[in-house]
């Protein structure tokens, strides 16, 4: 989810994209006669009303247990779980929003994973008027594919097991892809990838304004003192000190269009 700069209260602009590509050629019509106007058009767009929260987390330190370094520490540990936590947001809003189809990607004969995903850009660009620029397997998913291309046993098949991520996304001619190896806490004695068996495919621009046509954005605003992020220390007790890390960002599906997604066994 691409960052765009926000203030804590904003408007951004959620849209249907029709107007950018209607056409005029049927009737001519941006063809001005004499004495006339031209055609006047526009542009319309949906407004929501929207701030970013305040999130963050606190750890409590004991300085009977320090060793040099252990505030550095501290924070790397506290900005490692709030981005999953923002990693995971990302991922549910995405995935809740495409259209999800099938796919069996195994040892069967004639399985090609790459078409599938090729096929499905084409069909989110038929939909939205923009293809998407990003790609993101799961773990789970990205394994398969390459099993689906080895059992093909074919010099193509086993040079696509091989395809590095920056050669695939010129191969399926987006920007980028991912590839999620990210796990979280699930239970007691059980972690669960972040992504796990689904591709997700959607547009997110870099450098993102607040009416760009992305499909996610992730709106941050400045925190007390200015930057993205504060770290501010507390000390409890003689021994006791909490650190805190905070930041300011709301992470929003902006349009609907075009986002795809496979479930992959």
Known sequence: APRTNAPRRFTYKT???????YSDTADDSDIRAIGADFKRVEYTAGEVEARTHNKGLT?????????PGWEQRSVAKLLRRLKRNELRRAIALLSA???NTAK???????????????TDLIAAGDASGIT????????????????????????????????????LAGILGVESVYVSRERYQSGAAAKTQVL??????????????LEDASNIKRFVSPVEGGGDIRVYQQQVTSKLVDLTVEHNSLIAITSTLGIRKFTVS
């Open 132 to 167: 998407p620029n990003r790609v993101g397997y799961g773990l789970t998913a990205w394994n398969r594919r390459g099993l689906s291309h080895r059992a093909q046993e074919t010099a193509g098949g086993f040079a696509s097991a091989t395809m590095t991520l920056q050669a």
């Open 196 to 209: 796990a068996n689904l591709v997700l495919m959607f547009n997110a621009m870099s450098g993102a304004d």
């Open 15 to 21: 849209t249907t994209n029709a107007e950018e590509f």
């Open 97 to 99: 929003a495409a259209t």
């Open 104 to 118: 069996t990607w195994d040892t069967t004969a004639g399985k090609d994973p790459d078409q599938d995903v090729i």
């Open 59 to 67: 750890i409590r330190v004991d300085l009977d247990n320090v060793t």
